[in-house]
């Protein structure tokens, strides 16, 4: 939507724009005037009449907030003008510094994210670095062409700039390593570096714009349009970005299709700037215009609702089931929504509604502390807010549950690939070091367990946390930068935490909203699995347990935007909305195997006669101890060696050692062997070390306990014959000497144990029983 105020405007080209507030905008322009334009009540006032001699070229507001912290600095902002100075002026227009910085035209200016340093780029071909009072530090880059735009890395320790038809990431530190490439066929003459995606976007005269990844790796370029491309800016958030040329404005989504194209009588947009809100956009026109632009006909979907932005301050709710339409009209211009288990959370410039989707007419208000909420996520019980300042989790009935805090916290960077939620946790990718996941209790705010975050071996892109179940079987999935997928507990009691590999160049993920089922898109194909915490109990059993759909249907990469009941809704690289179903029967088998309906899970399986859904029962059952369910669920997958041993398990004579065999069965073998060594069955747990022909720890304990040293040097001397070799392990060497092998004498030590184990699992059920009846 896009509207011009009816006021005055500038009598020359406008050169650059700049916001104060969400509502308020600054203009230059070569008539020598500065503009202020207040959106809400469309007025227009001069604030200064610039020097004769000053031609501004580009204005940049210096940065009201750091890291969620207000600024105490007065509202500067840096204007760079043609006679080679930038100017430090006030809000009020005067100009309080002037800088002598280039040789020919200052062609950028731009702050860092906390306001300690500014950077300038001029027709020289040099790029400096100032401090916030005007004082060079540095000459960063000194090249033969002129430095058209130069734009900050999200850390503020790169620098990215043009030159000529290629682009340069710089790192401030001089012996970091200089990323070079070429870019456009005609000279860069616009970049921009989003400090939430990390994403970059370049426009130049070949009349193309592309989107980059921080090692300049090519994301998405457009078809050539008919004019160079003279600005373009990414939203606040990193979700959108505008491009401007002749005549032309751009809506883009960060993956590079458009979402509007509008043709407004501006001549060419020589500069955008949206709001803090990422709700308007306004643009320096060369026919002496300030164009502005509101986002609307925004989309949100859940089960049987569609809500649809209509106008700034409006919403359409419509009922798919029985067309029932609903409109929702809002004090102040709508800022983020979310819609997903039963609720609707709308956050306006001043307050955050909550709608129930059974009741539209009587929302939940509550005041907002600050105005530009970034991210709303949402679990079945409470939602989380994140703005400049914070992380905020509520209630659905308003109440402020818990607000996290950790050292370094930068709210205004977080995504929602960095950030996940259920009913009990909140993960947070650390962005100071991508390889370390926080983990806090969302109903406390506290970090998890010891305060010890999760860390992984690789830089993390993308978090996820599953849904159902309780807190202290909470599972977070995990992609990292080689695109692998990991699956892990986030409860752990003391133990390190096993992180599992679950699949390979998985792009895009997400938990189904009502159990813990998980679908990615993987390579070309949709892969969801069905129960992914198989890996912890039995990981060969894995595979089985997938449902691949081919991704032949779908276009170039897509990605996963919800996966609700048994829709999965996908966005393709064209930004059509694709829907693929998952089969109905895992969801009920994990609601059966969580209720321990076993034998209603048997039926279902028997019913759908699916390979798949066995095996997920196997895992399930193996899962919860659950072994006769697990025997024939093995049986109908044909993993007969599985079910020997099942049977096994079933024949100990004693709990401990069952227990035992169970976690020997997942590959947990420390946890078996101290299993049976607190249970005092000592032979048990060298008997084990000796099947997994681990000969130096069944020694080793044989030694400490003082028995059967000859049981172990017994199975060392038959497993050595059996192959035809001798004894060349000096302890083993050592021990035989003095010990004598009898096999007679061992295997009545060894009836001896097991019928000793027998004898007390036997008292031990009768002193049970006892004390169950009194």
Known sequence: ??????????????????????DELYSCSEDHQILKWNLLTSETSLVVRLPEDIYPIDLHWFPKTLGGKKQNQTEI?????????????????????????????????????????????????????????????STLASQGSPVYSVAWGPDSHRILYTSGRQLVIKPLQPSAKVIQWKAHDGVVLKVDWNSVNDLILSGGE??????????????????????????????????VFSVGSFNTLRLCDKTGWSYALEKPNTGSVFSLAWSADGTQLAGACGNGHVVFAHVVE???????????????????????????????????????ASLAYGHLVVATSLQCYVYNSRNWNTPLIFDLKEGTVSLILQAEKHFLLVDGAGLYTFSYEGRLISSPKFPGMRADILNAQGVALSNDTIAIRDKSDEKVILLFDALTGKALGDGKPLTHKLEVVEVALDQSGPSNERKIALIDKNRDLYLTSVRHLGREPKICKIGSMVHSMSWNDAANILCGVQDNQLTVWYYPSTVFTDKDLLPKTLYIRDGSEFSRTPHILSYVGTKVTLRQGDGSLVYSSVPPYPALLHEYSTSARWEDALRLC??????????????????????????????????????QYINFIKEQPSKESSLAHMLMFSGQVQEAEATLLQAGLIYQAIQVNIDLFSWERALELAVKHKTHVDTVLA???KFLQKFGRKETNKRFVQYAEGVEVDWEKIQAKIEMELSKERERAANTSVRSSVASRR
């Open 606 to 643: 028997r019913f759908a006669k699916d390979q798949s859904l066995w095996a997920c029962l196997a895992g399930m059952a193996m899962a919860n101890r659950e072994l006769t369910t697990a025997e024939m669920a093995y049986a109908a997958i044909g993993e007969l060696p599985r079910v």
């Open 1 to 22: 939507m896009i509207t011009f105020l009816n006021s005055r405007s500038h009598k020359e080209l406008v050169s650059c724009v700049g916001w104060t507030t969400a």
């Open 715 to 717: 199975y060392r001397q």
């Open 298 to 336: 925004q989309h949100w979907e859940w089960k049987n609702f569609v809500i649809t932005l209509t106008k700034r301050r409006t919403m359409q709710v419509r009922n798919v089931m029985n067309d029932a339409v609903d409109v929702l009209e809002f004090r102040d211009r709508v800022i983020k």
């Open 77 to 137: 902002f840096v204007l760079t003008s043609t006679d080679g100075k930038f100017h430090l002026a006030s809000k009020m227009g005067r100009i309080e510094k002037s800088v002598e910085a280039h040789k020919g035209a200052v062609l950028a200016g731009r702050w860092n994210y906390d306001g300690t340093a500014l950077i300038t780029a001029g027709e020289d071909g040099q790029i400096k670095i100032w401090s916030k009072s005007g004082m060079l530090r």
């Open 206 to 239: 070949d009349c193309k714009y592309k989107v980059w990844d921080s090692f300049g790796r090519l994301l998405y370029s457009s078809s050539s349009n008919d004019y160079p491309v003279t600005s373009l800016s990414w939203a606040p958030d990193g979700e």
